[in-house]
């Protein structure tokens, strides 16, 4: 695929926003355009990624900045399923990786770090699968 799709499912406060293909520069008004849709009326909203082929600096922010937008406005936004490797790669290149969340990330629920082990709580979470 070359180019960007977005197809969000769910009701009510539960939304999954599905993302394929580039989340790149040339797509970043459709992928905000997505986000925006995927947040109104919305509580929880879980993005799958693992379809994604390629990602740069402008999706990162993107899928970042919507998980901060959750936070400020007392809602949930994480990445469902495995991260592909093009979102891993981007991850490490931009100094993503991480094991704890920003100082903004306040109920440890960072996109950029791996889910919890086995028998591990993650606090805040909702409980669904990643």
Known sequence: MNGFAGIISGTGSDRVLELTGHLTIEFGQEILNQLREAFD??????CEVGRVTEIDLIGLQLLCAA????????????ICGDKPGA?????????????????????RT?????????????????????
């Open 41 to 46: 009326g919305a509580e929880r909203i879980w």
């Open 110 to 130: 960072c996109i950029w770090t791996d889910p919890p082990r086995a028998g591990e709580h993650q606090p805040g979470t909702t409980g669904a699968p990643r």
């Open 67 to 78: 998980h901060r937008t959750a936070m400020k406005q007392n809602k949930f936004f994480g």
């Open 87 to 107: 979102i891993r790669s981007s991850m490490d290149a931009a100094g993503l990786t991480r094991h704890t969340g920003c100082s903004f990330d306040r109920d």
